[in-house]
């Protein structure tokens, strides 16, 4: 509860610099920002996550870094004693001067201030020698300034001079979050890998394989999700509500009831302890049903407008959603495939709001990955055309710094461009929408035959997963050094 006295006084407006490179680091970053929530410190943004080489003492792992946007009354020594309070109890212990730390928090600028005393300065005095500080400031208020008498440029030009000051330095890339059981997604790396997210509908009228996988008895799905895991498959898709077009729509207890006992199972053996679960609902109750059960993902159609609680609850849960691009519901959305300034412009458009309304209900940025949507609300040609420009939202304007999931497998569109009327004979037309997705910039694709998609997939990321002079990177996906 906020203390009266501090509740009463104006609100200071500062940012804060958030930095782990020991353990979990989005634990530790995501711990620190709720115990800063505790004490009155109100984060009004939050910046992506990068991945940096340690400077100065330059013999330690790379930190996760980033900043925060933080409203409180709080003076600037009670801010500086909160922060320290934070650290400790999430058990800093200062060893050596800027040496390994599990969180570092830095009081960056606090208002207009300018304050120099013997264990604080304000602004932080290396702050304009740090990419892994300019960058995160530029993603949260790239018009911001410094305040007199720091230089008079924007948080962007600051970095842009640094940039040009340091050519050969690497840039710092995006880290988002999937599950515990899976590396980061380095979103901006040219030698990312992309992850293989596998299908399972236990519904009965899904348009590929409804009926097809029973969820009375899910030992029976065992022999199916070892072949996923086999073939390469590090997210499973769940869902138990249908949505193609038209679909009826079943209570929440027939959905949960439908994916619960296999989400249950999954996490019961301990062979499938890596496989990352998503469950495929736009209903915030089965949602938080399905992550206390295991889940770790939240898949949604709707990307949080069909159910006004469910941004609220993934923020809560401290869980990934996917937020994918859809007008009106499944019932509706056939009839609002209308996009007058172009379908590309139109989902970028329509996707920042919802990624706005995210991050204003407290999901971090590092915990959104983006659909497009495919064949939901889109013509034949509106989905072609987003598989031919797909670039143009993965590596341009203000989406760019997350990762992006597409789902075109077995696909109505495919079936009438290919002549092939039954869906789960669609895979040589999926295999080529597969492969443009990935050349598109696709971190994540969501596919149904599993094994043919996995060499399509290995294939693709052979070709266009390359570095600056064409070779591709054995390292470690998530190593951008």
Same mark, same amino acid.
């Given at each position: 509860?906020?203390?009266?006295?501090?509740?009463?006084?104006?609100?200071?407006?500062?940012?804060?610099?958030?930095?782990?490179?020991?353990?979990?680091?989005?634990?530790?970053?995501?711990?620190?920002?709720?115990?800063?929530?505790?004490?009155?410190?109100?984060?009004?943004?939050?910046?992506?996550?990068?991945?940096?080489?340690?400077?100065?003492?330059?013999?330690?792992?790379?930190?996760?870094?980033?900043?925060?946007?933080?409203?409180?009354?709080?003076?600037?020594?009670?801010?500086?004693?909160?922060?320290?309070?934070?650290?400790?109890?999430?058990?800093?212990?200062?060893?050596?001067?800027?040496?390994?730390?599990?969180?570092?928090?830095?009081?960056?600028?606090?208002?207009?201030?300018?304050?120099?005393?013997?264990?604080?300065?304000?602004?932080?005095?290396?702050?304009?020698?740090?990419?892994?500080?300019?960058?995160?400031?530029?993603d949260i208020n790239g018009n911001g300034r410094m305040p007199?008498?720091?230089?008079?440029?924007?948080?962007?030009?600051?970095?842009?001079?640094?940039?040009?000051?340091?050519?050969?330095?690497?840039?710092?890339?995006?880290?988002?979050?999937?599950?515990?059981?899976?590396?980061?997604?380095?979103?901006?790396?040219?030698?990312?890998?992309?992850?293989?997210?596998?299908?399972?509908?236990?519904?009965?009228?899904?348009?590929?394989?409804?009926?097809?996988?029973?969820?009375?008895?899910?030992?029976?799905?065992?022999?199916?999700?070892?072949?996923?895991?086999?073939?390469?498959?590090?997210?499973?898709?769940?869902?138990?509500?249908?949505?193609?077009?038209?679909?009826?729509?079943?209570?929440?207890?027939?959905?949960l009831g439908r994916i619960l006992p296999t989400i249950q199972?999954?996490?019961?053996?301990?062979?499938?302890?890596?496989?990352?679960?998503?469950?495929? /609902?736009?209903?915030?109750?089965? $949602?938080?049903? +399905?992550?206390?059960?295991? !889940?770790?993902?939240?898949?949604? @159609?709707?990307? #949080?407008?069909?159910?006004?609680?469910?941004?609220?609850?993934?923020?809560?849960?401290?869980?990934?959603?996917?937020?994918?691009?859809?007008?009106?519901?499944?019932?509706?959305?056939?009839?609002?495939?209308?996009?007058?300034?172009?379908?590309?412009?139109?989902?970028?458009?329509?996707?920042?709001?919802?990624?706005?309304?995210?991050?204003?209900?407290?999901?971090?940025?590092?915990?959104?990955?983006?659909?497009?949507?495919?064949?939901?609300?889109?013509?034949?040609?509106?989905?072609?055309?987003?598989?031919?420009?797909?670039?143009?939202?993965?590596?341009?304007?203000?989406?760019?710094?997350?990762?992006?999931?597409?789902?075109?497998?077995?696909?109505?569109?495919?079936?009438?461009? /290919?002549?092939?009327?039954?869906? $789960?004979?669609? +895979?040589?037309?999926?295999? !080529?929408?597969?492969?443009?997705? @990935?050349?598109? #910039?696709?971190?994540?694709?969501?596919?149904?035959?599993?094994?043919?998609?996995?060499?399509?997939?290995?294939?693709?990321?052979?070709?266009?997963?390359?570095?600056?002079?064409?070779?591709t990177n054995s390292k470690k996906d998530g190593d951008t050094?």
């Amino acid at each position: 509860m906020a203390d009266p006295e501090i509740a009463s006084r104006p609100q200071v407006k500062a940012f804060i610099g958030l930095g782990s490179n020991v353990g979990d680091r989005f634990e530790m970053i995501e711990s620190a920002c709720r115990e800063m929530e505790k004490l009155d410190i109100r984060i009004h943004k939050l910046s992506h996550l990068y991945e940096t080489k340690a400077m100065y003492v330059e013999d330690q792992a790379p930190f996760l870094n980033g900043v925060c946007e933080i409203e409180s009354a709080l003076t600037l020594g009670k801010l500086f004693d909160a922060l320290q309070s934070v650290e400790m109890k999430l058990g800093r212990r200062k060893t050596i001067d800027k040496g390994p730390r599990n969180i570092d928090l830095d009081i960056l600028l606090w208002d207009d201030l300018a304050f120099d005393q013997e264990d604080l300065t304000i602004p932080h005095q290396s702050m304009l020698e740090r990419s892994f500080v300019l960058r995160p400031l530029r993603d949260i208020n790239g018009n911001g300034r410094m305040p007199f008498p720091m230089p008079q440029k924007t948080f962007k030009e600051h970095l842009k001079a640094l940039e040009e000051k340091t050519p050969n330095d690497p840039q710092p890339k995006p880290l988002s979050r999937i599950a515990p059981s899976l590396p980061p997604i380095a979103t901006r790396s040219p030698f990312r890998k992309t992850q293989m997210m596998a299908v399972l509908n236990l519904t009965p009228d899904s348009f590929s394989d409804g009926g097809l996988h029973s969820s009375s008895d899910p030992t029976d799905l065992i022999p199916l999700l070892r072949s996923f895991v086999s073939a390469g498959t590090t997210i499973l898709d769940i869902g138990g509500q249908s949505t193609r077009p038209h679909a009826p729509e079943v209570s929440p207890s027939v959905e949960l009831g439908r994916i619960l006992p296999t989400i249950q199972l999954i996490r019961s053996l301990s062979e499938f302890s890596s496989l990352a679960i998503s469950v495929d /609902t736009y209903r915030a109750s089965v $949602a938080r049903a +399905a992550i206390k059960a295991g !889940a770790n993902i939240i898949n949604d @159609v709707s990307a #949080g407008s069909m159910d006004q609680d469910m941004l609220s609850t993934a923020a809560e849960l401290g869980v990934t959603i996917i937020l994918m691009h859809m007008r009106g519901t499944p019932q509706t959305m056939n009839d609002l495939t209308t996009y007058p300034t172009g379908v590309i412009y139109g989902i970028r458009t329509e996707l920042l709001r919802r990624v706005n309304a995210a991050l204003a209900a407290g999901i971090p940025p590092w915990r959104i990955v983006l659909d497009p949507g495919i064949g939901f609300a889109k013509t034949q040609a509106q989905n072609l055309e987003i598989l031919r420009a797909f670039n143009l939202l993965t590596d341009i304007g203000e989406l760019k710094n997350y990762p992006w999931c597409i789902g075109t497998s077995r696909k109505g569109f495919i079936g009438k461009i /290919t002549g092939v009327k039954e869906p $789960a004979e669609r +895979a040589w037309g999926t295999a !080529a929408a597969v492969s443009a997705a @990935v050349k598109g #910039g696709a971190d994540i694709v969501r596919v149904h035959d599993v094994k043919e998609m996995a060499a399509v997939v290995k294939m693709a990321d052979a070709i266009w997963r390359v570095g600056d002079k064409g070779k591709t990177n054995s390292k470690k996906d998530g190593d951008t050094s």
